[in-house]
């Protein structure tokens, strides 16, 4: 049986996703360790999630020497992730089969500039810099499961990372993360909005871009407030410092559908996905009470980047190849 791979890279997990080449079904989904061997042989094609596409990449691409190093420039954009799966990418080169890059960063290109434009002075945005907004491949999975003429909903994406997305009709009207996966929500380890007049007095003080970079993406959030980043854990504990932390994050995620809704003029209705989104119910509760005010329609959607990716490499791949897998299998 030919299959294609879907590869999720993080930091310390690989999520993989096998479908068969020519019925397109998903026969295998596995999370290992970042470094684990995968399964033997040799996929038709891989499809890879890369959370950064910058203002380039707009859509899937078949990755070659000269992508793989525009988007290695991204890597100090998004440094938990790019590194990771670009190392994926360079390591599954060796299997001689194409690999496609679909980008978290594409789906929310449709923003207008009343959202996208950093009210800066033009001589600190060279080069493009701009508010571009992630997840967007688990957005594009609601978006579809919402359908084409479903409104104006806010979808959070709830999960170590987290953001929200404002949708009218499936198309990404704004997000709540801005230049970098950083901001917006309170997440695990990083602290979503900050003055930026935080970094000026921290560098005042002596600390280093590197220094604070790393405790920004990697002790902040809820790690910084409770000492554990995993929501699970959170909601076992009975302390006031877990419970604090949980309340935080939680108006968090309603302020930001609050904002999102005055965008959108109105709301329909909010998604919550994610890890935390789909399986946190007191979380989703905390939320909806806060924004009840505006709407009490809430649905949790399990969404599926991994989905969205193998449609992309299936696409990218063509009729001949989906051809040849169909007869290999037949044949077989």
């Not at 992508?67 to 100090?76: F, H, I």
């Not at 033009?122 to 499961?145: K, M, P, V, W």
């Amino acid at each position: 049986m030919s299959e294609i791979w879907v590869i999720n890279r993080g930091s310390s997990t690989l999520k993989l996703a096998r479908y068969d080449a020519a019925t397109r079904a998903c026969i295998e989904r596995l999370t290992v360790a970042a470094n684990a061997n995968l399964p033997s042989g040799t996929p038709v094609a891989i499809g890879h999630r890369v959370v950064h596409g910058g203002p380039h990449f707009r859509e899937p691409v078949v990755i070659d020497a000269a992508v793989l190093s525009q988007l290695r420039e991204l890597t100090p954009l998004a440094p938990l992730h790019q590194g990771p799966s670009l190392d994926a990418i360079e390591t599954l080169a060796a299997l001689n089969v194409p690999q496609i890059a679909c980008f978290d960063t594409a789906f929310h290109t449709t923003q207008s500039t009343l959202m996208s434009r950093l009210p800066v002075p033009e001589t600190l945005t060279h080069g493009g810099l701009r508010n571009i907004g992630f997840h967007g491949l688990s957005y594009d999975y609601i978006a579809r499961q919402l359908g084409p003429n479903s409104g104006r909903w806010v979808a959070l994406h709830l999960g170590s990372g987290a953001s929200a997305c404002a949708l009218f009709n499936g198309v990404s009207q704004g997000t709540s993360m801005g230049f970098s996966p950083l901001d917006g929500l309170i997440m695990g380890t990083r602290p979503g909005r900050l003055d930026p007049g935080l970094l000026l007095h921290w560098w005042r003080q002596g600390r280093s871009v590197d220094e604070v970079e790393h405790e920004l993406y990697f002790n902040s959030g809820l790690k910084a407030l409770a000492g554990d980043s995993d929501m699970q854990f959170l909601l076992a504990r009975d302390d006031a410092h877990a419970r604090a932390a949980i309340d935080q994050f939680c108006l968090s995620a309603a302020r930001a559908v609050g904002e999102l809704a005055v965008l959108l003029g109105g709301l329909d209705g909010v998604v919550f996905s994610g890890g935390i989104g789909e399986n946190a119910a007191p979380v989703r509760d905390a939320i909806a009470q806060r924004i009840a005010f505006m709407t009490g329609n809430t649905r949790v959607v399990a969404t599926d980047e991994a989905a969205i990716i193998a449609e992309a490499v299936f696409n990218g791949i063509g009729a001949d190849q989906s051809a040849q897998a169909s007869t290999a299998t037949t044949d077989s």
